[in-house]
């Protein structure tokens, strides 16, 4: 299916036998065994994740919108799913990319007039000819087909003048078990670095596992074997991304978040500009 290439006798028959066998009750385990497809949004889905899905044989299809658009501005097809890519555009409205800033712009029937006694913020939101500025920098491929790789709010240009988009970045850490969410600093800076918020559950039993004593959260993240495990994450993704896009330093957050936390939204995302600012010192820390 990825390959756009018909599957061959043999291959369906395996495919038959491995659903027999053990795919069936791995559906009903997790409660899709009555579903032809499944649709996901709102933030990135691992490309991993949606090839596991079609291993399952039920395709996961990314579609991506906002309030402004009233529901999806694309999505992917079940006839032709590219993992880490949001679709072509629907059929009832049009996406092109700005030719400067690469900014995704939708127009069509179902974008939004504007916003409501607000006619400054919605000329700067609507162009002229009817274009939505969304704020998500993307890309497009040959077939029609959408990435997108940052928000235009949260680009960094370092100190050399190379553009960076750090949730690139960040969706890379977060795809490791041991980390839950990452923030990527870098802004007017010589380099970059990150802020790591662990996986306790994963991190805890990795200690256990190998032996390494902690006496609690802050202690657990502390632990030099810890540090290391976190380093071997990062240069993993680092081998991924340019010499300049790449993470040189990092520290842990030490305190166990919850959702009533004010660094934490209600889904349990760092929130990146109180994060920077609570924890300001330790940054700098990084670029002394």
């Not at 599957?7 to 009750?25: H, I, P």
């Not at 993992?83 to 030719?99: H, W």
């Not at 802004?187 to 662990?198: G, K």
């Not at 660094?263 to 349990?268: A, F, V, W, Y």
């Amino acid at each position: 299916m990825l390959a756009g290439q018909p599957v061959g006798t043999a291959l369906k028959a395996q495919f038959t036998l491995a659903r027999w066998l053990a795919l069936d009750n791995v559906r009903k385990m997790i409660g899709i065994h009555r579903a032809r497809f499944l649709v996901t949004g709102a933030a990135p889905i691992s490309p991993d994740l949606v090839k596991w899905y079609l291993a399952l044989g039920v395709p996961m299809l990314e579609v991506w919108g906002m309030t402004e658009t009233c529901g999806a501005a694309t999505g992917v097809p079940a006839t032709r799913i590219k993992p880490g890519s949001i679709g072509p555009a629907a059929g009832y409205n049009e996406v092109r990319l700005d030719p400067v800033t690469n900014e995704i712009l939708v127009r069509g029937p179902n974008v939004f007039k504007g916003y409501l006694n607000l006619p400054d913020k919605t000329a700067e939101t609507i162009t002229p000819d009817g274009w939505l500025h969304t704020g998500d920098v993307g890309q497009v491929d040959a077939e029609g087909y959408f990435r997108i790789t940052d928000r235009m709010k949260d680009i960094i240009i370092t100190a050399g003048g190379k553009n960076i988009t750090p949730s690139e970045l960040e969706n890379e850490l977060k795809f490791s078990p041991y980390v839950t969410d990452a923030v990527v600093i870098g802004d007017r800076r010589p380099y970059l670095s990150v802020i790591i918020m662990i996986d306790q559950e994963n991190v805890e039993k990795y200690a256990q596992d190998h032996d390494v004593p902690f006496s609690n959260y802050a202690s657990l993240t502390r632990a030099p074997e810890v540090q290391q495990l976190i380093q071997d994450v990062i240069d993993q993704v680092n081998t991924r991304f340019a010499r300049v896009e790449q993470i040189k330093k990092f520290f842990l957050l030490d305190t166990q978040l919850s959702a009533e936390d004010e660094e934490l939204t209600p889904t349990m995302k760092l929130k990146r500009q109180l994060v920077q600012k609570k924890y300001a010192e330790r940054i700098e820390a990084m670029y002394r």
